[in-house]
């Protein structure tokens, strides 16, 4: 069987070999043998016959030049090409697959349309157009493709994004950006109607702008990222009665079968571990591609990856217009590529059957390495530092050797890792962090010893420590349920009822109190946010990373100049004054309790403008006499509307721009237990610094820019995990010093 085969219209399968030389005559040189056919029919209409009167023969030289022109004009298109061809493999194409960014051929004859690289793109087209619209009527032609793809992640379960089967207007997709954009398109062009782009996605990503369904899904794009329909990945089994779930990400080779009829108007995708088709897809969609195929579109495949990145390989293609395309043989494709980390081991077992007393020295020399470095080597000043401390080796043992499989999440320091201690089975969540100094892990512990001894019901709990090396490693309780913000912006399983969001706000409070008040020390958390409320297995909240707080005592000022927190939170007094107070921490419950009872974010890019910002948007609603409009119509309607707009006055009253008028952490509590009415009549928030009413708007030119660099920069892919005890979060750090200058930077804990 050749590796791939290029079939014309009406003929037989023609071999490789004869694809480049028909290739050849029907490009450029198509006009000229048309040409020549044209002028061999004038010619040998032209040829002097004693038969034919003279009279006849002696047309004249404007009649012969009009036939000719009448003879040329109904000469084939200039695109002359194979309605179908079929690739078992992609060694030896040679330029029948246009390859850009970083997609390449490897040695076997797969084709790998990205690496392990961070935030690149790859595309890989059939470098000849097909004619997909009848030019007469402007209907679709039908068409059939298959294709065997595998999907590897750098990382076990943690990988992005995912890749594409593509048809459009251009092979080099111009302008398209890598990450949830899959090398496909960019911000300003997404869901134009000019794009001419039609998609099928195999995303390993959940996008909340591009409103994905989940993180292993396959769904249909027209001229934008947002899915006409999504299905989960699955595929049928056993006689096409059982359909059962199929992990793109999983490294196995997948047939994927994609039909358009143009007479039904259906679209249908298909999928199989096999090479065999199941009769049943599992989507079909009703469309009329007509609309959106121009008269000569290219075919082929994009990909991209995030911070986080996958392999994405194609290993077998063909492809046919007005008929079936040809399933492919798995077994006769190319493997996919073993990665560095399955082949070490397979390395060793190679080296102890070679040379078995040589591996048992280098395996003594090791065990008395790791011996070494596992040690943990304790410093004087390390012996008084609380709370408890656990050994390396045990948080070691706990995560599993802080292997990939264990990893949950990117917290705001570095990763997070589940963990089950060994001798109480107790589960954990170890935070790794990398100091950088010695100096640094001195004045660090030295906060954590403070912070360790804070105990309340509505904090996560900080159990111990460890220091090894440069690393620091904090063990907290584990929260099973993960952050608030995945069950109130994304699209959960599980949606909160109002009972319950009124039973995390009172929660969160009662921590919050607790922090500025109750305990022996002033301690300004300085980042809350709903990413920071995590939930236990009873769903209570809990106020978590503390890693941004510090320690003042009571009644004396703070000395920090340094503005540290999540834009959409920050008070507006810290673009002046960059001192943290329990006022500004207010500010941001406050932002956070619109953010409960509304169900969106303090800045929602894609909102309406009069929507953009949370707070100014309640706060219309609120003079209109149309509160209730704001509330999360995920609810239904079923809550107590008499507690509803309490919260959200209260939620304005924390976030009046003036720090006099916000209410305490304890006036806060008092509200939301019914010891004190709030006042029936709202009035207009004190303007801070000259400036109106705008809510978690800067108050300088500068901080204008910090806020458009947040909405530039608002689709940056963020890793997510539902069990994950540490979400990823946006920082932004606003530096003030004497003078009225501000320098910005962001980080992505990712």
């Known amino acids: 069987m050749p590796l791939f085969s290029i079939h014309p219209p009406n003929h037989s399968l023609s071999h490789a070999s004869n694809h480049k030389e028909n290739n050849q005559k029907a490009k450029p040189n198509f006009q000229q043998k048309n040409f020549r056919k044209t002028h061999q029919i004038y010619s040998a209409k032209n040829k002097f016959d004693p038969k034919i009167p003279s009279s006849i023969q002696e047309l004249s030289m404007a009649k012969k030049l009009l036939l000719f022109l009448v003879l040329l004009s109904v000469s084939s298109p200039v695109f002359s090409q194979s309605d179908e061809f079929t690739f078992h493999g992609f060694k030896g194409v040679g330029k029948n697959?246009?390859?850009?960014?970083?997609?390449?051929?490897?040695?076997?004859?797969?084709?790998?349309?990205?690496?392990?690289?961070?935030?690149?793109?790859?595309?890989?087209?059939?470098?000849?157009?097909?004619?997909?619209?009848?030019?007469?009527?402007?209907?679709?032609?039908?068409?059939?493709?298959?294709?065997?793809?595998?999907i590897v992640p750098e990382y076990a379960k943690l990988g992005g994004h995912g890749f594409a089967f593509t048809i459009?207007?251009?092979?080099?997709?111009?302008?398209?950006?890598?990450?949830?954009?899959?090398?496909?398109?960019?911000?300003?062009?997404?869901?134009?109607?000019?794009?001419?782009?039609?998609?099928?996605?195999?995303?390993?990503?959940?996008?909340?702008?591009?409103?994905?369904?989940?993180?292993?899904?396959?769904?249909?794009?027209?001229?934008?990222?947002?899915?006409?329909?999504?299905?989960?990945?699955?595929?049928?089994?056993?006689?096409?009665?059982?359909?059962?779930?199929?992990?793109?990400?999983?490294?196995?080779?997948?047939?994927?079968?994609?039909?358009?009829?143009?007479?039904?108007?259906?679209?249908?995708?298909?999928?199989?571990?096999?090479?065999?088709?199941?009769?049943?897809?599992?989507?079909?969609?009703?469309?009329?591609?007509?609309?959106?195929?121009?008269?000569?579109?290219?075919?082929?495949?994009?990909?991209s990856t995030g911070k986080l990145a996958s392999s994405h390989y194609i290993s077998g293609w063909s492809f046919k217009i007005n008929g079936q395309a040809q399933s492919l043989d798995l077994s006769s494709l190319p493997s996919v590529p073993r990665s560095k980390k399955n082949n070490l081991p397979l390395i060793l077992v190679y080296c102890l059957s070679a040379v078995v007393s040589v591996v048992l020295a280098i395996g003594i020399v090791l065990y008395m390495i790791k011996k070494l470095t596992t040690m943990d080597v304790i410093e004087p000043w390390e012996l008084d530092i609380g709370p408890h401390r656990y050994s390396y080796k045990e948080l070691k043992?706990?995560?599993?050797?802080?292997?990939?499989?264990?990893?949950?999440?990117?917290?705001?320091?570095?990763?997070?890792?589940?963990?089950?201690?060994?001798?109480t089975n107790a589960k954990v969540a170890v935070k790794q962090i990398n100091s950088g100094s010695k100096q640094g892990m001195r004045e660090f512990l030295s906060e954590i010893e403070t912070i360790g001894r804070l105990r309340h019901r509505n904090l996560v709990q900080l159990l111990g420590w460890c220091r090894h090396r440069n690393d620091l490693f904090l063990v907290?309780?584990?929260?099973?349920?993960?952050?608030?913000?995945?069950?109130?912006?994304?699209?959960?399983?599980?949606?909160?009822?109002?009972?319950?969001?009124?039973?995390?706000?009172?929660?969160?409070?009662?921590?919050?109190?607790?922090?500025?008040?109750?305990?022996?020390?002033?301690?300004?958390?300085?980042d809350i946010k709903a990413g920071n409320v995590l939930l236990d297995s009873e769903l209570n909240g809990r106020l978590g990373d503390f890693g941004l707080a510090k320690l003042y005592e009571h009644g004396t000022d703070s000395s920090t100049t340094k503005v540290v927190g999540?834009?959409?939170?920050?008070?507006?007094?810290?673009?002046?004054?960059?001192?943290?107070?329990?006022?500004?921490?207010?500010?941001?419950?406050?932002?956070?309790?619109?953010?409960?009872v509304c169900g969106r974010k303090p800045i929602e890019v894609k909102a309406l403008p009069e929507e953009l910002i949370l707070v100014d948007w309640v706060w219309d609603k609120w003079q209109e006499g149309s509160i209730l409009e704001?509330?999360?119509?995920?609810?239904?309607?079923?809550y107590d509307e008499g507690e509803v707009v309490m919260v959200l006055k209260l939620g304005l009253m924390c976030s009046n721009n003036a720090p006099a008028k916000r209410p305490s952490m304890r006036q806060v509590v008092s509200f939301l237990k019914g010891e004190v009415p709030l006042r029936e009549v709202m009035v207009v928030p004190d303007e801070y610094g000259g400036k109106k009413f705008v809510s978690s708007r800067a108050t300088s030119s500068e901080a204008d820019k910090v806020l458009h660099s947040y909405l530039e920069s608002s689709y940056i892919e963020k890793v997510r995990s539902w069990s994950s005890v540490y979400d990823c979060k946006r920082v932004v750090d606003l530096e003030a010093g004497s003078t009225s200058t501000l320098s910005a930077s962001f980080t992505e804990d990712e």
């Not at 869901?191 to 996605?201: C, D, R, T, Y």
């Not at 989940?214 to 249909?220: A, K, L, P, S």
């Not at 595929?235 to 199929?246: A, D, M, T």
Request: glycine share 8%.
């Open 97 to 150: 697959v246009s390859l850009n960014g970083v997609a390449e051929i490897e040695q076997n004859g797969i084709l790998r349309l990205t690496n392990y690289a961070s935030e690149v793109l790859g595309h890989a087209f059939y470098s000849i157009p097909f004619e997909f619209k009848n030019s007469t009527n402007g209907k679709a032609f039908s068409f059939s493709t298959a294709f065997a793809f595998a």
């Open 168 to 303: 459009a207007k251009s092979k080099e997709l111009k302008g398209a950006l890598p990450r949830q954009y899959l090398g496909l398109l960019n911000a300003d062009d997404n869901g134009n109607f000019s794009n001419h782009l039609f998609a099928v996605e195999f995303d390993t990503v959940s996008d909340y702008d591009f409103k994905d369904i989940n993180g292993n899904h396959v769904g249909i794009d027209i001229n934008s990222l947002v899915s006409n329909i999504s299905v989960n990945g699955s595929c049928f089994s056993l006689g096409n009665s059982i359909k059962q779930e199929l992990y793109l990400q999983s490294g196995k080779i997948v047939q994927a079968w994609v039909d358009y009829d143009s007479v039904s108007n259906v679209l249908n995708v298909t999928l199989s571990l096999s090479s065999s088709k199941p009769s049943v897809p599992i989507l079909s969609f009703p469309v009329d591609l007509s609309p959106i195929f121009l008269e000569y579109m290219y075919v082929g495949f994009s990909a």
């Open 397 to 423: 043992k706990a995560t599993g050797g802080f292997k990939d499989d264990e990893l949950i999440g990117f917290g705001g320091f570095g990763r997070v890792y589940k963990g089950t201690l060994p001798n």
């Open 476 to 526: 907290y309780d584990f929260m099973s349920n993960g952050s608030l913000d995945k069950y109130i912006f994304y699209e959960p399983k599980l949606i909160l009822s109002w009972e319950q969001r009124f039973k995390i706000i009172k929660g969160v409070a009662s921590g919050l109190l607790y922090l500025h008040e109750e305990w022996e020390q002033t301690v300004i958390h300085r």
């Open 566 to 596: 999540t834009l959409g939170y920050l008070a507006p007094e810290l673009t002046k004054t960059g001192k943290p107070t329990t006022s500004s921490d207010v500010f941001a419950f406050g932002a956070l309790l619109l953010e409960i």
């Open 630 to 638: 704001v509330v999360d119509t995920r609810l239904k309607g079923e």
